[in-house]
C-alpha cells in the first residue's frame, strides 16, 4: 500500500516545496524497502496540510494517509497527538472522520529538532566552522523549547560558509544528509513516524 504524506514545509514557493519533498525523500530513503518510498506532499503552511490531509481522507478511508507536522510545543505526557493539536492554541483541529493516532505524526518540536538529533552528519554538511559545541546537551531532545533549538542552530552555524541557518532551501538539503537511524534513535516521535511507514509497506 502506498502512502502520501502531507507534510508542513515548502511555503508558497514550488522551488522551495520541490526541495522540501527532495528533503524527506533523502532523509527515508534508507529506511524504506526499495521501490515504496512514500509520496511526500509538501503543503506549506500547518493548516493547509491538515486540510489537505482531511479532505484526502473523507475522499478515501483505506488509511492510505499520513499527516507530518511540527508539534510547535513539548508535548504532555499522556496527551495523544489529536488532543495536543485540539488544545494548542492556533489549532483546535478536530480529529477528522476515520483518522486514528497513526494517521498523525509530528516533528517534535519542529524540523530543526530532527537536525540537532545527529550533530555529526550536520558538522558534515556545513564543514569548517561548524560549532557543534553550541547544540543542546539534552538527552531528551523534544523536550527542548522551539526558541532555544533556532538559536543553538543559529549560533552553531554561524562561522560555516553556508552562513547562520535559517529555513529555506539550506534546511530542506540539511535534513536530507541527516542519518535516519540516529535520529529516529533520538526523537521518539520521529521513530513512530518512520515505524509506521516501514509497517505499512
Request: hydrophobic share 35%; aromatic share 8%; charged share 25%.
Amino acid at each position: 500500500m502506498s502512502i502520501t504524506v502531507f507534510v508542513e514545509g515548502g511555503g508558497q514557493s514550488k522551488d522551495l516545496r520541490t526541495r522540501c519533498r527532495q528533503g524527506f525523500h533523502e532523509f527515508l530513503d534508507s529506511a524504506m524497502p526499495a521501490g515504496r518510498m512514500p509520496k511526500i506532499v509538501a503543503c506549506g503552511s500547518r493548516n493547509d496540510a491538515f486540510e489537505r490531509f482531511r479532505t484526502a481522507i473523507s475522499l478515501d478511508q483505506s488509511g492510505a494517509y499520513v499527516l507530518l507536522v511540527d508539534s510547535e510545543d513539548v508535548c504532555e505526557p499522556n496527551v495523544t497527538r489529536w488532543q495536543h493539536v485540539k488544545q494548542r492554541s492556533g489549532d483546535g483541529w478536530d480529529v477528522p472522520s476515520g483518522a486514528t493516532e497513526d494517521h498523525l505524526h509530528f516533528m517534535a518540536v519542529c524540523m530543526e529538532s530532527w537536525l540537532i538529533a545527529d550533530p555529526s552528519s550536520l558538522a558534515r554538511f556545513y564543514a569548517k566552522g561548524f560549532e557543534a559545541g553550541q547544540l543542546p546537551e539534552t538527552v531528551d531532545l523534544e523536550t527542548v523549547e522551539k526558541a532555544t533549538v533556532f538559536d543553538s542552530l543559529q549560533r552553531a552555524t554561524r562561522a560555516t560558509v553556508k552562513g547562520e541557518y535559517s529555513k529555506g532551501k539550506v534546511s530542506f538539503a540539511a535534513l536530507g544528509s541527516l542519518d535516519v537511524t540516529t535520529v529516529s534513535s533520538r526523537m521518539p516521535h520521529c521513530r513512530r513516524f518512520v515505524d509506521h511507514l516501514s509497517a505499512s509497506h
